[in-house]
Structures are given as structure tokens and as C-alpha cells.
T-cell receptor, first 111, second 116 residues
Framework: NAGVTQTPKFRVLKTGQSMTLLCAQD?????MYWYRQDPGMGLRLIHY???????AKGEVPDGYNVSRLKKQNFLLGLESAAPSQTSVYFC??????????FGSGTRLTVV | AQSVTQPDIHITVSEGASLELRCNYS??????LFWYVQSPGQGLQLLLK??????LVQGIKGFEAEFKRSQSSFNLRKPSVHWSDAAEYFC??????????????FGTGTQLKVEL
């Protein structure tokens, strides 16, 4: 099935640990995004990419890094996890027409 | 900067009743507007979008929304709700990012409960 695949689906980290969330899309979309979803706050944009090898900061980028070495993949890294990064993370991809396709999310808990 | 307000955090309706979910936006130019639905444990699915033209937009699953520029609103409606419509609904406004890319700014969501 064509779409956006996120791995892992669930993860528990200890404060200070690092991890990478992987997003893969098979629709040849140029744009890819990472959002976080927190109760009562909707979704907020962390980082985004408009093409292979390019990344840019969104509205809540602190504590995260990203890379897009291949067009189909967009990685989100947490170098030193903090409890404030407990959230559900969504990846999305699109053509330049706002037609977002979302992944099913990664539920991250930092203890 | 753009923003979206969904004033109703929770709404409960009876199956078969009509539904209206409210959305107000703030954006300086002509807005691109969206409604998404999220079922538990799932990602967001696009219900409908408005870019220009007819202000009444039809979407999937029998939903429609009406853009009212004078009220800065984009309310979602359905004439007869089904139990399977129980989910969280998000309104969003789109904007072009500097250097390319499109950003969606989401409201905080409305949780819909359907009573049988």
C-alpha cells in the first residue's frame, strides 16, 4: 500500500538517551514534515524538508535534528531526550499542493 | 502569523442527528483551509479542503464545509451522523513557508462522541 510508514510505533526512553525516528514514503513526494501532537495543543511543526538534502526548522525545533539523505526518507533525531519530548510524532509528505499524507504516528514516552 | 480556533473541545450527538463543528481562522491573505479526522491510534485523514471558488465544499464520508470570509469561519457539517464518525476532528489553515514547503497550522481539535 502506498503511503507514509513510521518506525517505531512505540518507544520508551530514559532521560538523556538518544533515538531516531524513521519516516519513509513511496509516493515520490518532494515535501516531508515532522509534527508533534500534544493534548490540547493540536499538531505543531518541528522540522520540514522541501527536497533531498534540504531541511528547515519549524515552530518547535529545539531538541531535535533531522536529515533527508534520500528523497523517500526523513529522519527525526533526539540527541538527549527530555520528559518534555513525550508526545506523539507524526510524519507527513506532500507534493506542493498541500495534499498531505500522514503516517500513523510514533508514541514516545520519556521517563 | 496564522492561527486556528476550534472553540468546542468535546461534542456529543445522537446517531442520525446533524452535526456542525466550528472553526475560526486568522490569516492575512486568502486562506487555504482543511478539515482532517483522526481515529484513535491513527494518523490524520483529509476530509476536505478549500482553496478558492465555491464556498461550499464537499468532502468524503458525507461531510461538507462552508467558507465564510466575513466571519473568518470554516465550519464542518454533516446532515446525519453515524456511530463510525466518532473521532477527533482538526481544522487547519495552510501557508507557504519561506524557501518553499507548505505548513499547516492546526486547531486544538474537537472530540466527537456519538450516542447510539
Amino acid at each position: 500500500n502506498a503511503g507514509v510508514t513510521q518506525t517505531p510505533k512505540f518507544r520508551v526512553l530514559k532521560t538523556g538517551q538518544s533515538m531516531t525516528l524513521l519516516c519513509a514514503q513511496d509516493m515520490n513526494h518532494e515535501y516531508m514534515y515532522w509534527y508533534r501532537q500534544d493534548p490540547g495543543m493540536g499538531l505543531r511543526l518541528i522540522h520540514y524538508s522541501v527536497g533531498e538534502g534540504t531541511t528547515a526548522k519549524g515552530e518547535v525545533p529545539d531538541g531535535y535534528n533531522v536529515s533527508r539523505l534520500k528523497k523517500q526518507n526523513f529522519l527525526l533525531g533526539l540527541e538527549s531526550a527530555a520528559p518534555s519530548q513525550t508526545s506523539v510524532y507524526f510524519c507527513a509528505s506532500s507534493y506542493p499542493d498541500y495534499g498531505y499524507t500522514f503516517g500513523s504516528g510514533t508514541r514516545l514516552t520519556v521517563v | 502569523a496564522q492561527s486556528v480556533t476550534q472553540p468546542d473541545i468535546h461534542i456529543t450527538v445522537s446517531e442520525g442527528a446533524s452535526l456542525e463543528l466550528r472553526c475560526n481562522y486568522s490569516y492575512g491573505a486568502t486562506p487555504y483551509l482543511f478539515w482532517y479526522v483522526q481515529s484513535p491510534g491513527q494518523g490524520l485523514q483529509l476530509l476536505l479542503k478549500y482553496f478558492s471558488g465555491d464556498t461550499l465544499v464537499q468532502g468524503i464520508k458525507g461531510f461538507e464545509a462552508e467558507f465564510k470570509r466575513s466571519q473568518s469561519s470554516f465550519n464542518l457539517r454533516k446532515p446525519s451522523v453515524h456511530w463510525s464518525d466518532a473521532a477527533e476532528y482538526f481544522c487547519a489553515v495552510g501557508a507557504t513557508l519561506t524557501g518553499g514547503g507548505n505548513k499547516l497550522t492546526f486547531g486544538t481539535g474537537t472530540q466527537l462522541k456519538v450516542e447510539l
